[in-house]
């Protein structure tokens, strides 16, 4: 849906699929005949790409910084095999090969690690952080526990940042303006402060106004504000050690994110006047938050990232050098939203979390020069969590949608638009109440007490301590051929706690449906026909009549609770005392190990094929109690494991002006670990066997003194093979995904004019595995029947113009993204969903603007 496909599209991708794909770095006009060499140390060691048996994408700071890419969302339309979704800073997706990893709950485990300068910041309400000031990025693809720890399932992407430098001062400032008032400010300053010591200030500021209109006031959806700080020092007395200690810091506080329903009106909710009638993604959008939630009455984000990393390095020997990686790291996170996607207050909800993490790793490599090389270590890692998702419901508008009658496309029963006064009306509430078969003696009692803010939340803690041990070794009996092994054994421990609780009374929603499960109930027995049967269900015939004159009696919500009048949520039942937490233990332990062989077929060329076993560790599922004062459901689902192959070949060409990269791979997925919407929960499940199968290739070739240009081509076919999901394809996974790109540079006066243009593409994707299929849907409050939730194929076309006048240190640059303005959602579904009110969020329109550089 939701897309324009062209014949430009097909001929580009096509195009580019047989050019193959990218990595390298833009060239300033005349410095050289070759292109850029990338250092990458993504076996934990220095080396050129070309020496690494897997598939890497090794992209330089400058090579970023020249094509515009300013966070993971912009890189990853440029890697092959990656696909990151940045539905917020809050709320990321990162996915490697088919493989989401996007969890936010405290208990969840990631299946892709994100570094930073070797420290993990893979969970992903902390994970999504400005790339500003670095030296590089490494995205390895495939099982890569072994070198990055428990979180590396599929893959890893490693953020390497430019560190202090005791060799000469330097400082660089950046500025920005754009459409949707673009403003963008950056500083680095590097200073030496001694002939062994420096330091080193980088800074980014960022704001943006959303994209989105907001028809009822207030700040336009989708917005971006950012602030980022980083103050790093380098302390090298001697060549053999070096002491680096970096301080990162980055705050998010933009406005809300636009979960916009497509089949309703926007309407100002106290009217019912239509406000637009283009129910599309992109279009203006009135949503309307409640009141009651403490931070929940404005919609938007307040993100706090900030953490401390010590690196050591010192060479004992000419052979041994001993790595230290000593990090602290927190997020504290609150996203206000409106998950009904609709201008009435249906429902609110704030998802919250926190983390705290601690991690120590000390490696020892060894490399005499000879026949043998590797490392051997350990590591500690330590995490508290907790994630909470406080909501509000107006209870009377839930009744009017869970009676399938909002303020919607006119019908036979709403033959008009109708407003939240008319909605909330004891004249709208009674014929809903009789439709549920409530008596008419109790109407009007419990059409008064239905509540305008009920609330209710669900919260569940961590705590996890691993332990890991690892190494590698590669054996080179020849020159030209080498052979590699790694092991890691990590063991955890953790322990969950669950509670969940009703804020203010009891919900009378809540108590309805219990009357309705209980008639339901009695259905049945009055089916059996025994004896006991139909005793049993006159007694539940007598509860259930107590029942309805209970919630219609005034001041039901906070009446005394007792076992003939429970305390009832809606969509969370409470806790043993309201909120009483139970704690539950889980130690999962694992290996994963990789073997990898090597031939360099020349000093610029080499094959390769490697085989590894990855693993996600065994996660504590749990549920909120099926009745009040119930306990909590704890369900272990087993560690997902994953079997590898892959074959491919690196190569510099033609005195190195041509890079050429391609691999093949094939995956065989044990457990695999899914997500299932119960209610407005997310809970891990098993979904049994899964596979992936494809290619990845990349180029870059220096055509002339003049001309770059840059293409990737990905193929991932990824599906289930066994359950209900059989035949689905994985979430947040295209078939097909493609970049092409040139970089070219013409002399003008006093100067040097680069032109780079980019385009990207990518085949249809779904946004859950269960692929809208109504039939995996069949616990949500109202059932979703249509299949929608998806984004057909779609290109992005970009371009960037810099001035870069000779022997100057200023540049300027005018920049454009999506010139096509091409209409895309990013993500569709979400907590509405079970709701009967899937929402849709839009991907960015056309934006442009101006930067101007000065360096020194």
Not at 108 to 130: K, N
Not at 136 to 160: D, H
Not at 431 to 456: D, F, M
Request: proline share 5%.
């Amino acid at each position: 849906m939701f897309t324009r496909t062209s014949t430009k599209t097909i001929l580009m991708g096509c195009a580019a699929a047989c050019a193959l794909a990218t990595t390298a770095n833009a060239q300033a006009a005349g410095e050289q005949t070759q292109l850029d060499e990338v250092v990458v140390t993504a076996q934990l060691r220095a080396q050129d790409p070309i020496e690494v048996p897997f598939a890497l994408t090794a992209y330089s700071g400058q090579f970023l910084e020249n094509l515009g890419v300013q966070d993971f969302e912009q890189l990853s339309a440029f890697v092959p095999g990656l696909l990151v979704q940045n539905q917020s800073p809050n709320n990321p997706g990162f996915q490697i090969r088919g493989l989401t990893s996007d969890s936010t709950g405290a208990s969840d485990e990631p299946r892709v690690s994100i570094y930073q300068d070797g420290v993990s910041i893979s969970r992903a309400p902390g994970a999504f952080v400005e790339l500003f000031d670095v030296q590089r990025v490494e995205v390895a693809k495939g099982p890569q526990s072994t070198l990055y720890g428990r979180g590396a399932l599929i893959g890893a992407i490693n953020v390497i940042q430019n560190k202090a430098d005791i060799d000469g001062f330097d400082a660089e400032g950046r500025a920005a303006i754009g459409n949707y008032d673009y403003r963008m400010a950056e500083l680095m300053v590097n200073m030496p402060i001694s002939d062994v010591a420096a330091l080193r200030l980088a800074t980014r500021l960022k704001s943006r106004d959303g994209y989105v209109e907001n028809l009822l006031g207030g700040a336009d959806y989708n917005g971006v504000d950012t602030q980022a700080f980083r103050l790093s020092a380098a302390f090298e007395p001697s060549d053999a050690l070096r002491v680096d200690v970096i301080a990162n810091y980055q705050q998010d506080t933009p406005s809300g994110v636009s979960f916009r329903s497509i089949y309703y009106n926007p309407q100002d909710p106290n009217t019912g006047a239509v406000l637009s009638t283009d129910r599309s993604p992109h279009s203006p959008a009135a949503l309307t938050p409640g009141s009651g939630l403490p931070g929940g009455s404005k919609l938007g984000i307040d993100r706090e990232v900030w953490g401390v990393t010590g690196l050591v390095r010192y060479d004992l020997s000419d052979s041994l050098t001993l790595n230290s990686v000593t990090a602290y790291r927190t997020f504290d996170t609150a996203e206000s939203f409106d998950p009904d996607g609709i201008s009435l207050p249906i429902l609110t909800g704030i998802g919250i979390s926190n983390g705290e993490q601690w991690s120590q790793e000390l490696r020892l490599n060894f490399d005499n020069g000879g026949a043998w090389s590797g490392f051997v270590g350990g590591s500690y890692f330590r995490e508290e969590n907790d994630s909470s998702s406080p909501i509000e419901i107006d209870e009377r508008l839930a009744l009017a949608q869970l009676a399938g009658v909002l303020d919607g496309t006119p019908t036979a029963v709403l033959p008009t638009f109708l407003p939240r006064p008319v909605l909330t009306s004891q004249a709208f509430l009674q014929p809903l109440l009789a439709g549920l078969g409530v008596p008419a003696a109790a109407r009007a009692g419990i059409a008064n007490n239905l509540k305008a803010n009920h609330q209710e939340t669900a919260a569940t803690r961590t705590e996890l301590e691993s332990f890991d041990v690892f190494g590698d070794l590669t054996w080179k009996p020849t020159d030209r051929l080498e052979f590699a092994a790694g092991i890691r054994y990590t063991s955890d421990s953790k322990t969950t706690e669950f509670g969940s609780s009703v804020l203010n009374g009891r919900s009378i929603a809540g108590g309805l449906l219990a009357v309705q499960q209980v008639q339901g109930q009695i259905n049945q027995l009055i089916a059996v026909g025994t004896p006991a049967a139909l005793a049993q269900a006159a007694a539940l015939g007598a509860f259930a009549t107590g029942l309805v004159t209970q919630l219609a009696t005034p001041g039901a919500a906070t009446a005394p609770v007792s076992a003939a009048f429970p305390l009832f949520g809606l969509t969370f039942q409470p806790t043993a005392g309201n909120g009483g937490t139970t704690a539950r233990d889980l130690n999962d332990d694992g290996l994963t190990y990789r073997l990898t062989g090597r031939y360099a077929v020349s000093d610029d060329a080499s094959v390769y094929a490697t085989y590894a076993r990855g693993r996600r560790p065994a996660v504590l599922a749990v549920t909120v109690p099926a009745t009040p004062f119930g306990a909590p459901v704890f369900t272990e689902v087993p560690a997902e494991t994953v079997n590898s192959y892959e074959v491919g070949f690196k190569s510099a060409l033609m005195d190195r002006r041509l890079r050429l990269d391609g691999a093949v791979y094939a995956y065989q997925y044990d457990n695999f670990q899914t997500t299932e919407q119960v209610g407005t929960q997310f809970i891990t499940t098993n979904a049994g066997e899964a596979e992936a199968y494809g290619f990845e290739g990349q180029v870059n070739y220096m055509a002339a003194d003049w001309l770059d240009v840059f293409a990737t081509y990905g193929f991932n076919r990824a599906r289930f093979t066994t359950g209900a999901r059989d035949g689905n394809r994985f979430r947040l996974s295209p078939d097909h995904r493609v970049s092409v790109g040139a970089l070219a540079r013409f002399p003008v006066a006093a100067g040097a004019l680069e032109v780079q243009p980019t385009y990207s593409w990518q085949s249809k994707v779904f946004f859950d595995d269960n692929n809208d299929r109504s039939d995996l849907q069949r616990t949500a409050f109202v059932p979703d029947t249509l299949v929608d939730e998806f984004q057909n194929s779609y290109g992005l076309l970009n371009l960037r113009i810099r001035y870069v006048p000779t022997d100057a240190n200023w540049s300027v640059e005018a920049f454009g993204d999506n010139l096509t303005d091409e209409t895309f959602i990013k993500d569709a579904g979400n907590t509405g969903d079970s709701l009967g009110l899937p929402t849709f969020i839009a991907g960015q329109p056309r934006t442009y603007g101006a930067m101007l550089t000065i360096r020194y």
